[in-house]
């Protein structure tokens, strides 16, 4: 079991952040007789997939719509397939754009790696 703070360094999260993300219903830790959060390994490797869903730049909101899939079972896999597919669209997008960025970059340097190749032939 992890108390909030320790959970905080082990997800790199602050605390009122950890609070939010319950207050949005993506974590629910269990609670102590004393009413302190208590996080478990489990609720631990739920939040680094939670992670890797921002990095993707899934919006808070499909986050909350997939922690909602998930709580209800096996029976919502479909759905959350379909938020997953969508988000890959979407980096897909983001990614040909980017090849097409490198490629302009690439083709300048060329230019000029020409350009320099000519003016060194000249002095030469």
């Keep these: 079991m992890y108390k909030i703070q320790q959970f905080s360094k082990l997800t790199g999260l602050s605390i009122p952040t950890l609070r939010y993300y319950e207050n949005l219903g993506i974590l629910k830790p269990a609670r102590s007789k004393n009413n302190y959060r208590e996080f478990t390994d489990s609720d631990l490797n739920w939040m680094m997939f939670i992670l890797r869903l921002k990095q993707t730049g899934m919006p808070l909101e ?3 719509r997939y922690s909602f899939l998930r709580e209800q079972g ?5 759905e959350r397939i379909k938020l997953l597919d969508e988000q890959e669209r979407l980096l897909n997008k983001e990614f040909l754009k980017l090849q097409k960025q490198l490629e302009f970059l690439k083709e300048k340097k060329e230019t000029y790696n020409d350009m320099l190749a000519k003016r060194d032939n000249r002095i030469n």
């Design 74 to 78: 096996d029976q919502t896999i479909e």
């Design 62 to 64: 499909n986050i909350c």
